[in-house]
């Protein structure tokens, strides 16, 4: 089991840039991919970006491709999302995810969720 807990999430002007950050407990974080993904209201649950465990190979959504930068650090257990250049588009609840498929799209543990919100 590799239980997730996201931190980071909060209100930035359209613009701006947040960082998250999800931390991993468990002895398998080295062996699985991560992942964000983020949920608004009415609309489905979307993976917008995952780094793999081995390779470090990395996948972005295009609605967040060049803004947004994934990054893991498996020393510390901890997977980051740098999102810049923030638009209203971007609030949602946002998810960490660790799975052992690639892409992540089959999600074996969740993080609770973090919000963001990106004012007008």
């Known amino acids: 089991q590799v239980p997730l807990v996201e931190s980071g999430g909060g209100l930035v002007q359209a613009g701006g840039s947040l960082r998250l950050s999800c931390a991993a407990s468990?002895?398998?974080?080295?062996?699985?991919?991560m992942g964000w993904f983020r949920q608004a209201p009415g609309k489905e649950r979307e993976l917008i970006a995952a780094?793999?465990?081995?390779?470090?190979?990395?996948f972005y959504a295009d609605s967040v491709k060049g803004r947004f930068t994934i990054s893991r650090d498996n020393a510390q257990n901890t997977v980051y999302l740098q999102m810049n250049s923030l638009k209203p588009e971007d609030t949602a609840v946002y998810y960490c995810?660790?799975?052992?498929?690639?892409?992540?799209?089959?999600?074996?543990?969740w993080g609770q969720g973090t919000q963001v919100t990106i004012s007008s």
């Open positions: 780094i793999s465990w081995g390779s470090g190979r990395r």
């Open positions: 468990g002895r398998s974080f080295s062996s699985v991919n």
């Open positions: 995810a660790a799975s052992t498929s690639w892409p992540p799209l089959r999600v074996d543990y």
